[in-house]
């Protein structure tokens, strides 16, 4: 056992082993207070080189990051990493793999169940969801790579429900109350004319740059999305595949966008058009909204009104799908409420259908049937 103690009195490993191409690496790990925790750390790290699942479920998920972590978007793993280190660690890291059943998943459903926010409210059962749906997936991809016989946390049950919330949206009266309240500070004011008018996430907003546009074409490209990570200003490919998109402009705001492009003496062609974060656009969107008076929706809502208004004014879900980067069925699932006045419309309508006369109907009965 290769395990050594240095003059400090701290122990330390020295581990050889063999890498996937089969080259020979060494590898040592330093800072153990005892001789047993740098023997258990050699057996963790042995069993994740065999991959054998009687391995910790932290070693695994130590594994489970070198797998996955390449592949994903810094922000994604971010939200995968929090979740593992807050949620799942914490209750099952010291337990082996092989070993977790699904009758311990459901007791960690309870525990999840217990935990309160900073404010003192239970989880919400979308992120109940989201939690078990990641402890799924660690346990599916030791399945699918590392053979486990089977996924505990999918006998288990779901834990939480994806809740159905309300989708706020303005109309276009009252995006344009807010708008007015906007103009004492252009940065603000067409930032949120682009988000309103042509449907753009935040993120694609933050990212955009005067290359982004043609004028000529009266198009603007969107190929990328902002995002502040760990202190850091990341730009990032967009959400989806179906995101990379060109959206063709009302030629007032490509007008509008020229205007905003005089304002800057020294930008660049890749330089942010907005150098903000999207906490100075919810600061802003509180401001707007406390000074016209209009309801209060967040920024990401400007994308629903701009759908819905798409919708009122006739377009197919196909078309707008393709302006906004959705699918059609997404369009379809997402938007089909409509505007409320819509929904009243069809409501009349049918009151309407349903008091006709029919030949057949008989006054104070039904109809005989033959």
Partial sequence: MAIYKNNNGTWYVMIRYQDWTGARKQKCKRGFATRKEAADWELQFKMQKKANLDMTMESFCALYEEDVRPSLKQSTWLTKENIIQKKILPYLGQRKVSEITAKDVMDWHNQMRKLKTKT????????LKTIHGQLSTIFNHAVKYYDLSTNPARKAGALGTEEGKEMLFWTKEEYKLFAK??????????????????GIRS?????????????????LRINKSYQRLQGKDVITTPKTKNSIRTV????????????????????KPDDRIFPVTKYYLNHEMERGCKACGVKKIRVHDLRHSHVSLLINMGYTALAIGKRVGHSAEKITYRYAHLFPSV???MAEQLDAENMKEEPNEMEGGFANVG
């Fill in 120 to 127: 003192g409210k239970l989880l919400s059962p979308t992120y």
């Fill in 181 to 198: 309240e906007m103009m004492d500070k252009p940065l603000s004011y067409y930032a949120f004319q682009l988000l309103y008018w042509c």
């Fill in 203 to 219: 993120g694609e907003l933050l990212a955009l740059t005067p290359a982004d546009f043609n004028f000529k074409k009266k198009t």
């Fill in 248 to 267: 063709v402009m009302p030629q007032f705001l490509c007008d509008e966008m020229q205007d905003c492009l005089k304002l800057y003496y020294s930008l």
């Fill in 343 to 345: 929904q009243l419309d």
